[in-house]
């Protein structure tokens, strides 16, 4: 999915509640983000913001619909590029049909990840199939570190096996919680699971104190760690947390999805689709998309142009990285 800027949207804090001591969890709003065209659809973006610029090396989080494709005309982004990161597309509903610069051509469904590691550079298209009638889902990045930020590019479909804790049944698309592990590889400790919890429900998952965790709530009201966030909230969580408790405060399921991993220590440089350690990278990327250099490669199969990348800002790009935590 490809990027566009708006402004952020404002931090709050949570507390627990019922007398009962608990972490701090930061409550992230969402800010609505039109993609592309006049019939645009419009996504839900939480990260990145002033407040949060990454948890673990998640550094971008969209989450759209349900959408009746008849009324929004569905997702069409033309071919795009990127580079140092991964993009990773899950879905509720709906079909997207995946094509990028690899020779890659794959559908993401509901219940399967579809992982592109962008690295050095690749370009890719996502359009939602003739066969979709609602569309709902998210579009996660994931920062590569500078050991392998320029590393080759790469594409990897898999589908996990539901397990059962608790009341949570749990989806493990990447990394490793509740028993499961995804074989699919990660270039730093990650987390990603979607979650459905049963109404009413109270779980307490084992978790990895070293990593920060936020929780994106699709649809219900969660409290994670005492804390109540409702749909389209991310909730953030620091480390030092062995044990992680939500309870499903609605009389119907819930879904989220869970992120973690450790703090990503390297400040980043992130504008459009590109991300980088400094300005002199972004100008470089942008450079070699225009120029339809090698860098990127070429999409096969897609009807139409490619998206041109915008103007650069008339001011050197600064790096971002999170707030000190107190």
């Known amino acids: 999915m490809s990027d566009v800027e708006v402004d952020p949207a404002a931090l709050r804090h949570g507390a627990a509640d019922h007398g009962e001591a608990a972490p701090h969890v930061d409550i992230l709003s969402a800010r609505d983000v039109p993609l592309g065209g006049p019939r645009s659809m419009t996504v839900r973006r939480t990260l990145p913001q002033r407040a949060r610029t990454l948890i673990g090396a998640w550094c971008f989080v969209d989450h759209y619909g349900p959408d009746d494709v008849a009324d929004t005309g569905g997702m069409d982004v033309a071919p795009h590029p990127h580079t140092g990161l991964q993009t990773v597309s899950w879905l509720f509903s ?4 995946h094509r990028d610069s690899l020779g890659s051509h794959a559908f993401v469904r509901p219940g399967e990840l579809n992982l592109m590691t962008g690295g050095y550079g690749i370009s890719h298209t996502e359009v939602s199939t003739t066969r979709t009638t609602i569309l709902h889902g998210v579009q996660l990045w994931v920062a590569l570190p500078e050991e392998h930020r320029y590393t080759a590019r790469d594409f990897r479909h898999y589908v996990p096996s539901p397990v059962r804790v608790g009341g949570a049944h749990i989806r493990v698309f990447l990394g490793s919680l509740a028993g499961e592990t995804s074989p699919v590889r990660t270039f730093t400790p990650l987390l990603g699971a979607e979650l459905v ?25 969660v409290r994670m760690a005492g804390t109540l ?25 819930a879904r989220a999805v869970l992120l973690g991993g450790t703090p990503f220590e390297e400040r980043i440089v992130m504008w459009w689709n590109f991300i980088g350690r400094s300005h002199k990278d972004i100008v470089e990327a942008r450079e070699a998309w225009e120029n339809a250099s090698d860098r990127f490669g070429s999409v096969d199969g897609y009807d139409g142009d490619r998206l041109p990348a915008p103007a650069l800002p008339n001011a050197t790009i600064s790096p971002r990285n999170n707030p000190t935590r107190h």
Do not use: H, M
């Open 229 to 253: 966030l409702r749909p389209a909230e991310l909730g953030y969580l620091g480390t030092g947390n062995d044990t992680l408790t939500l309870t499903n405060e609605t009389d119907t399921p």
């Open 197 to 221: 919890l049963d109404p009413g429900s109270k779980t307490t998952l084992p978790v990895n104190a070293a990593f920060e965790y936020g929780l994106l709530v699709d649809q219900g009201d």
């Open 94 to 97: 709906g079909e997207i049909e």
